[in-house]
């Protein structure tokens, strides 16, 4: 950048620093990147460019008086969820938001951590990427999944990265990468067909080296896992092992029932059992979102337009998940909060990433549980109440090096955000015996 267009664009940075409040920072990010693609015809799109959340006054407005004006439906005819979100549940989450929440927080919680932008096979990409202060800290990059966010993973932020400020020593120190996806919360829109996992852990590659990390770990559940399984299997050599929850360990033979209805062979194994009755249940009765987004993400342009439309279809992801989040509205938090739900959810109305996120599934080609055939070391998270609880015997057979295996005594699917300090002990454990060696 030549010295005449360099300070053309710190004055118009000066400028622009007061009218911050009328648009977001990405906005203004962008309008910097073309003045200096029109000023002198060449723009570094792979820099790491700092980046700031603001949304306007009048957005937060909006967004009040669409929740104030729900057409409601009547109320479902049976007295518990299986009809889906029940009325109730959705109602008292309404009358939060429209009165008492307040998403300027959680705007503070995400600009208090250093948040970059970067250009990715021509998409940017936003991330957040805290370093520790310790020594031979272990870089770890962890991707959340839908209808997630960065959001699950801000409550581990400190406590991986400040272990002794948290109970640790300096040896469980992590510097931490957490992307939003593409399509997802800041990260830009792709314009193209084909982002699927596969893709996306070629960006996390990439950004990882750019990043100058030589060696590191990752960290991924829901998407992230398919994410993360799939940069085990590109397998580069900065990437020492990976940690999954909701992993992919059903065997061929157990698939195979499961796709036919059939039941459950009597030689499994009680915590096999356990496994094979969640996912009957799930591919049953709970894959209804899922096969949405997979064969008509664009359809959904009702939960683009209506915000209550839009949480309703986030907390109806799992039965459990659904269930414990209806309980929060109910005045019993257990791991999430009000704010905790509706910070997520807000996030995916501002960024306007309902279908955009949804796409996705219908990008995605692998078949979610099954086994890719790993073969770097592995560690499994497993959550009583997750989808279904993976047994260790199959997470032995799908990962061949498995460093790590265990069930936590709580938590779900969102295993950071419902139980952070319970995922810091678990990151701290799984990657010890690496750390030594």
Do not use: C
């Not at 640790?168 to 939003?180: E, K």
């Not at 830009?188 to 996390?204: E, F, H, S, Y």
């Not at 990043?211 to 397998?235: F, K, N, P, S």
């Not at 009755?277 to 894959?287: I, K």
């Amino acid at each position: 950048m030549s010295k005449e267009v360099g300070m053309t664009r710190r004055r118009f940075v000066g400028a622009a620093v007061s009218s911050l409040a009328a648009g977001s920072l990405l906005t203004l990010s962008r309008r910097l990147d073309a003045m200096t693609d029109s000023a002198t015809g060449i723009a570094d799109k792979t820099a790491i460019r700092p980046f700031k959340v603001h949304y306007p006054d009048s957005d937060l407005a909006d967004l009040k008086r669409r929740v104030q004006a729900t057409r409601w439906p009547d109320k479902e005819l049976v007295g518990d969820s299986s009809q889906g979100v029940q009325l109730a549940t959705m109602q008292a989450l309404a009358k939060y938001w429209a009165t008492d929440y307040d998403w300027r927080k959680a705007e503070a919680r995400i600009n208090s951590l250093p948040n970059f932008m970067t250009e990715i096979d021509g998409v940017d990409i936003h991330f957040i990427h805290v370093k520790s202060k310790h020594e031979n800290a272990l870089a770890m990059i962890v991707t959340h999944g839908w209808p997630g966010s960065i959001l699950e993973q801000i409550k581990i932020v400190e406590p991986l990265t400040d272990p002794t400020k948290f109970g640790g020593t300096p040896s469980d120190a992590f510097d931490l990468v957490i992307p939003s996806m593409p399509g997802y919360g800041f990260s830009g829109k792709p314009t193209q067909l084909g982002w699927d996992p596969i893709r996306i852990a070629k960006a996390w590659i990439v950004l990882m080296d750019r990043l100058g990390y030589t060696r590191y770990v990752a960290q991924g559940g829901d998407w992230g896992d398919a994410v993360t399984e799939q940069m085990g299997l590109i397998a580069p050599k900065a990437l020492a092992a990976i940690h999954v929850s909701m992993p992919a360990t059903v065997p061929a033979d157990i698939a195979k029932l499961l796709a036919e209805g059939a039941p459950a062979p009597a030689t499994l194994a009680p915590d096999e059992r356990n496994a094979y009755d969640q996912l009957t249940d799930f591919y049953a009765n709970g894959l209804g979102y899922a096969n949405e987004m997979a064969k008509r993400p664009q359809t959904l342009y009702g939960i683009a337009d209506s915000p209550v439309g839009l949480a309703a279809w986030i907390l109806d992801h799992d039965i459990r998940a659904m269930e414990m989040m209806s309980r929060v509205f109910a005045g019993k938090p257990e791991g999430l909060t009000r704010d905790d739900i509706l910070d997520n959810v807000t996030l995916y109305w501002l960024t306007n990433t309902a279908i955009s996120s949804a796409r996705l599934y219908w990008e995605n080609k692998l078949v979610f549980f099954q086994p890719k055939g790993v073969q770097i070391p592995v560690a499994v998270l497993v959550g009583p109440t997750d989808i279904h609880a993976a047994p260790r015997s199959w997470a032995e057979k799908a990962y061949p090096k498995l460093i790590h295996f265990n069930t936590l005594p709580k938590g779900g699917h969102f295993a950071a955000w419902e139980q952070p300090k319970l995922f810091v002990d678990e990151m701290r454990a799984s990657f010890k015996t690496l750390r030594q060696t």
